[in-house]
């Protein structure tokens, strides 16, 4: 097994991709960078940037929204830092994973450092998200988090570890070393979930998966070595964690199944489970006239395991209750409504959020599918207005468009690097495959104002 996944990330940059691939890629690069660029205006960002302007050392890389260059592998870290600071950046359902904010902070950080092509950008990013939603997935996923290990942090760092393996250019025998790093780095408890200020979480779905694998892969590059056959066998990564692993799938069509394709971009920058409850309550507001004045109470049916994620938490990006009244409130769900601490103790939103809950379902149709939700509003004239969301927009299944795709990166990144940079940015990313070497990005990555929140 190990063998097979360190074939492939070593092949990976020669790897003529399918155009379909290629262009998702370069949609989740580019959705992950203006996660990177708007966290730079949230707590967990802020917090990073100011860490990493604290280290010093060799300036490798460029800590995106910034103008701070950094090591490698701290670059990777506050990048990673500032692509989940808050609920933007994508996921990967099946293995219970937010593969970006991992993978393309690692990958920019030791892309930047080495000035690769857009192409080896691509193919980097590319075996990342084939790699760590496969381990997630051969650990369990749903099954390996409900054992309260976070496999937002291990499926991460093996995705990491890919990427920068591609990056660079290590061979077979190296990548089974840094295979064997990654078990050894693989860490992370749900604990995070008690965090509310979203500042360990970013380091955990992030910082710490991006900058595990740069530091391992200056390790591999100096001469270290590991062992072979790190993750099959006894003792190995799957036989530390027997319970719900199932093997065969860390490998299963690896080379012809890409995982990003089954990777969802975030219509809404908030936690995943509420996404298709936003989706239900906007369609009940547009074709059926629902407003927050008639409403009694508000049932959201989610799936069982989804639902403690986003019930009344302390953030407000991963609390449904606090989205869902400031939509009914407003009419429209903007980055700024929606990371608005101070609104969450306003009486109106208050007095919403008690008349929502939230109906855990523990059906397999619900399992199976866990990012749905059936929005039921009971209104005071005694009429009831309910709409189910099996596939919520962005999802593989109801994909964002191309200029949907622009416009949220636009409206995260304008504020940041102003409107005409930002257009040069999202223009190059699309195109990011056609760029010979990384380093024009540069100057499109360096903010255009200073601001505070």
């Known amino acids: 097994m190990t063998a097979t996944l360190a074939e492939h990330m070593a092949s990976s940059a020669q ?36 860490w990493v302007t604290q280290q010093g050392g060799r300036p490798d890389a460029l800590v995106v929204g910034s103008e701070c260059r950094s090591s490698a592998a701290d670059a990777a870290l506050a990048n990673g830092m500032l692509a989940h600071a808050d609920e933007t950046d994508d996921s990967h359902a099946l293995s219970l994973t937010h593969p970006g904010c991992a993978i393309v902070p690692a990958a920019l950080a030791v892309g930047d450092w080495h000035d690769v092509s857009g192409q ?19 650990l369990g996923a749903a099954s390996f988090f409900d054992d309260h290990h976070s496999s937002h942090s291990v499926g991460g760092l093996f995705g990491a570890t890919a990427a920068v393996s591609s990056l660079m250019g290590f061979s077979a025998r190296q990548c089974e070393y840094m ?19 979203h500042v360990e979480k970013a ?41 719900h692993a199932r093997v065969a799938l860390a490998t299963e069509a690896l080379g012809t199944r890409y995982e990003v394709m ?54 407000p990006a991963v609390n449904l209750q606090f989205q869902l009244s400031v939509l009914l409130l407003d009419g429209h769900l903007s980055f700024d409504s929606g990371h608005d601490q101070a609104r969450m103790h306003e009486a109106e939103v208050l007095d919403l959020c ?28 005694g009429s009831t207005k309910r709409h189910h969301t099996l596939h919520v927009r962005g999802t593989p299944a109801n994909p964002m468009t191309l200029s949907e795709i622009q416009a949220k990166a636009q409206d ?3 504020p940041v690097l102003g409107t005409e940079r930002s257009q040069q940015l999202i223009s190059q990313l699309i195109q990011l495959v056609e760029l010979p070497r990384i380093s024009v990005l540069r100057p499109l990555l360096k903010p255009a104002f200073t601001h505070s929140r």
């Open 15 to 50: 790897r003529e991709l399918p155009a379909e691939v290629v262009e998702k890629t370069a949609l989740h690069i580019l959705d992950t960078v203006a996660a990177m660029v708007s966290g730079t205006r949230l707590q967990g960002g802020v917090q990073a940037l100011k």
């Open 120 to 138: 080896a950008l691509l193919r980097a990013v590319t075996v990342g998200y084939d790699v760590g939603p496969r381990i997630s997935m051969a």
């Open 203 to 243: 380091y955990d779905f992030g910082g710490m998966p991006a900058h595990h694998a740069v530091l391992a892969g200056t390790m591999v590059a100096s001469g270290m070595t590991g062992s072979r056959q790190p993750i099959e066998g006894t003792p190995g990564l799957l036989a530390a964690y027997p319970k």
């Open 354 to 381: 008690d008349r929502i809950q939230i109906d855990p379902r523990p059906e397999q149709a619900f399992i199976d599918n866990s990012r749905q939700a059936i929005v039921t509003a009971h209104c005071r004239d």
């Open 179 to 197: 295979l064997s790093y990654a078990v050894q780095q693989a860490s992370g408890n749900a604990c995070w979930r008690r965090d509310p200020d």
């Open 412 to 414: 995260l990144m304008a």
């Open 262 to 315: 089954r990777t969802a971009i975030k219509k809404w920058c908030v936690g995943s489970p509420i996404q298709s409850a936003l989706d239900s309550l906007l369609y009940l507001m547009q074709n059926e006239g629902l407003r927050h004045e008639q409403v009694d109470r508000i049932v959201v049916s989610l799936p069982v395991q989804s639902a403690p994620v986003v019930d009344r938490r302390e953030m």
